[in-house]
């Protein structure tokens, strides 16, 4: 075994206990409450998983993005809350680590998020934009003593009460076009939130995802210097859509549990024939095999894609289209899972405190076909269609 | 061919400004064409000088300036004259 693959294990062994022994204990909690899952994330910290991305040369655990994935897929099967902070702080890291160009700031930035294990939160969403990522309405203001200020209202910022640092998307300066984005990285001291609305979802409600105004002034050097539009096609877009479908994944494979635990647990009282239900399961099996080889195969596509030199087949029209069905797919396909397991374990699935219960799968998986809307994603596809080849 | 392509640009790329202020080096996208106009940008170019733009050419940086774009076309143009 080598020692890369040795490393990757070993963090995955210690995702799994963090995901068995604290988020699924406080899962019905964090999920009643609305709470920030704050064991599981500090279980985390101490096993330096916020800087598991981040190259070895700057103190990280250096593991691959497999394997950032596979963590996602864990955290799913126990908690989809403490899943979803922890693959968005991700998206933030591999976004940055993935684009650093000597960008000197940034490099001392990634070793503060591995001595500290600092939690990144995104504010890319803004009102106003009609929810495309590719426009911005703030912009970076030059302020005093060189500094550059912002102001952006954000309709929702998932655990930015608790974040350490705000990843955020501007216009690059006050003149610029709603297209020339750049992004910045404001820490916590230089930034001002402002809470515009409440935090009462059907689900992933451990996110803690309100709306805010959110204000600050940094320095002209917490700007990187790749252009955003680079970083989301190469980066942001396709890992978000790679590890949350992880994520959706591995709460639509917990649900598919509780309903072969379910029926197992009914062939047990009368043995002989199969329960009736049983062959409800194996449909069941189907739809989350379905679900599985999309999200594995989206994964291996873009790792092949990542690993070519130049990366530049990942700005093509084919790989958006490739990652945007991705999302599409998995965040269809999740909840329906989540149902026909519902179908399964019948009024004992229904009930939310049974060991059969899915109603908490269900709600979260239903918040995946929000976050970035289908339909949104939809319209750039049937654009991108036109004119795009071989998809 | 500079000035066709900046005439399609003009008609399909609905910049905030006017085109011929702009460069040849000029990033259109900083210069305001979003992705959807881009690709409209993309269709009235094949129509116009009738090629195809392969999968390996439908990125951001190909369309990024009149340059860059006209660089693509030349290429196309001849890789066509070579078959």
Known sequence: MSIAVDRDQTFLDTIARIAEEVAAPNAGEVDRDARFPAETIQALRDERALSA???????G?????????AACFQLGRRCGASAMVFAMHQIEVISIARHL???????????????????????????????????????????????????????????????????????RGPDAEP??????????????????????????????????VVRAEILPEQVLPT??????????????????????????????DRARAFVRAAAKRNPGEPPPVAVRLSHLMSDLSLLRAEVGSGLDEFVAASAEPGRERLSTMAMALRFNNLKIAASEQAPRVCQGALGVCGIVGFK?????????????????CLMVANERIHQTN????????DV | MTDEIRKIIQEHGRLPSDIGALPASADLYQAGMTSHASVNVMLALEDHFDVEFPDRMLTRSVFESIASIEAALTELRAEATLR
Not at chain 1, 61 to 69: D, P, R
Not at chain 1, 105 to 130: C, K, M, N, P
């Open chain 1, 53 to 59: 991305f981040v190259p070895a040369e700057l103190g």
């Open chain 1, 352 to 368: 939310n405190d049974t060991p059969f219960s899915v109603g908490r799968h269900l709600r979260d998986t239903m918040s995946a």
């Open chain 1, 227 to 256: 252009p955003f539009p680079r970083v989301s096609a190469e980066s942001m877009v396709p890992v978000s859509h790679i590890l949350w479908s992880h994520l959706w994944l591995g709460i639509a494979t917990d649900a598919f």
């Open chain 1, 101 to 171: 160009e000597d960008a000197g700031w940034f490099e001392d930035y990634l070793r503060a998020v591995a001595a500290e294990q600092r939690l990144i939160a995104s504010v890319t969403s803004e009102i106003g934009t009609g929810g495309d990522m590719s426009r911005s309405v703030a912009a970076l203001t030059p302020g005093s003593d060189g500094l550059l200020g912002f102001e952006k209202q954000a309709p929702t910022v998932s655990y930015g009460q608790y974040a350490d640092d705000l990843f955020v998307t501007l216009r």
């Open chain 1, 179 to 212: 297209s020339d984005q750049v992004v910045a990285l404001a820490r916590k001291e230089q930034i001002t939130l402002e809470q515009t609305g409440t935090w009462d979802p059907l689900g992933m409600r451990g996110t803690c995802s309100p709306g805010y």
């Open chain 1, 382 to 389: 049937a654009s991108l269609l036109l004119i795009a080849k």
């Open chain 1, 61 to 69: 655990g250096g593991v691959g993005l497999e394997t950032i994935a």
